[in-house]
């Protein structure tokens, strides 16, 4: 079963507008971190925005912030006031314990996103 | 160098090849992951280490094969690869995945690997 779940494939902005990225999670575990990473055309994968299942509040870091709703499993991320730089691929992720106890992040199928003048 | 590197960033190989990726983290972080990204599908985890233990196997066929000497280093040794093979691979590293609720993964830039 899917646990993250991204639903859109492609999203397109102006520049200077806000825009969210909607990510969906599944898990049974009472303690779960959320991660955004941006992937830009050259491959490399850029870390965004860490949120804590325990965090009362919405993570920020800069332009990005995390809505972040429990009872929905969601955690959506916004970027505020676009720039042509933030047109690339948009990853969730959630980090998972495995049968060794240790963790590692299982990653949803991505966003493109494409800022236009 | 600063972060996480990897060489080469690309690499053509014919099947009967064989050859390896390398990885390197400057970070000072005591795990590190290899994972593949192909066309259309999620990254998929390969392997983990933890403080130059493997901890993960993700069922990776035996063409596939880690080392991970020390824990600023990873290899990905290939041999005998398969078209289907071709992919980016991406190492990542974090300080500690035991009991550390923000263990954040820093990605090196991959290596685009192209198997005829």
């Known amino acids: 079963a899917q646990k993250i779940t991204q639903t859109q494939p492609g999203m397109f902005v102006q520049e200077k507008e806000a825009v969210t990225l909607d990510c969906t999670y599944d898990t049974s575990d009472p303690s779960y971190g959320l991660f955004w990473y941006k992937q830009p055309s050259s491959g490399e994968m850029i870390f965004l925005i860490y949120q804590g299942s325990y965090d009362q509040q919405n993570a920020t870091e800069g332009r990005y912030s995390l809505n972040f709703q429990k009872a929905r499993k969601s955690a959506n991320l916004v970027i505020s006031a676009s720039q042509l730089g933030d047109s690339a691929m948009y990853f969730c992720?959630?980090?998972?314990?495995?049968?060794?106890?240790?963790?590692?992040?299982?990653f949803g199928k991505g966003t493109m996103l494409l800022v236009s003048p | 160098e600063t972060g996480v590197t990897q060489t080469p960033r690309h690499l053509v190989m014919g099947m009967t090849n064989k050859k390896s990726l390398k990885c390197e983290q400057h970070l000072g972080h005591n795990a590190m992951y290899w994972y593949k990204q192909s066309a259309k599908k999620p990254l998929e985890l390969m392997f983990v280490y933890n403080f130059k233990e493997q901890t993960e196997n993700n069922s990776v066929p035996s063409r596939f094969s880690p080392e991970c000497p020390n824990s600023s280093h990873l290899f990905l040794h290939l041999h005998t690869l398969q078209p289907e093979d071709s992919a980016l691979y991406l190492c990542a590293s974090s300080q500690d995945t035991a009991g550390v609720e923000a263990d954040t993964q820093y990605f090196g830039p991959g290596t685009r690997l192209t198997v005829l």
């Open positions: 992720a959630m980090r998972e314990f495995m049968n060794s106890g240790y963790s590692t992040l299982t």
